[in-house]
């Protein structure tokens, strides 16, 4: 490809003299230039480079936020796939289990066993698409560890009996209800 100057010749618009001059003034500013160490800025070779350099960065927080969304997304369907496949069923219901969720209270019907493995602390209540179903603690554990917003909290068994309590020779019986 010939260059702009050639071109410019081609078409009539500049004459050879003057296209001559031009090339050996551009040649004699360069070589004052290197003479006295003068450093020239091509200011569009820096606008281009730093418009590059902008790009490359939009184009990097887009990949992280692309790559965030898809991580999201990988979790919520490693949790979806826990719950349904350590789903436990909750027995022939015998017992209605109160529960709050979010301020509401809920209602989950539930066998006599079911019901102490919940309150036991075995068994935890896992919601996922307004859904709730019964997984087990360790499984409850390994969705907490990716999500909290999918386990409603779990009963842990602490016995705390204060030193004065007048009650702590009394047992609660076991099918008490409220």
Do not use: C
Not at 67 to 85: G, H, P, R, T, W
Request: proline content about 3%; glycine content about 2%; cysteine-free.
């Amino acid at each position: 490809m010939s260059s702009l100057q050639d071109q410019l010749l081609k078409a009539g618009l500049v004459s050879k003299d003057k296209a001559t001059k031009a090339k050996s003034a551009k040649r004699k500013q360069a070589k004052i230039n290197r003479k006295h160490k003068i450093e020239t800025v091509d200011e569009a070779k820096l606008a281009a480079e730093k418009l590059m350099a902008e790009q490359a960065e939009k184009a990097r927080q887009l990949n992280q936020e692309k790559n965030a969304k898809a991580e999201e997304i990988a979790i919520i369907a490693q949790i979806k796939q826990l719950i349904e496949v350590n789903q436990q069923s909750s027995g022939k219901p015998q017992i209605t289990f109160n529960f709050t969720d979010n301020g509401k209270i809920k209602k989950l019907e539930v066998s006599n066993s079911i019901h102490k493995h919940i309150t036991n602390g075995l068994l935890a209540i896992a919601r996922f698409n307004d859904n709730y179903s019964l997984v087990p603690k360790i499984v409850a554990e390994k969705i907490k560890q990716r999500s909290e917003d999918f386990i409603l909290p779990l009963n842990i068994e602490i016995e705390t009996i204060a030193e004065d309590d007048p009650y702590a020779d009394y047992q609660i019986p076991d099918d008490l209800m409220w």
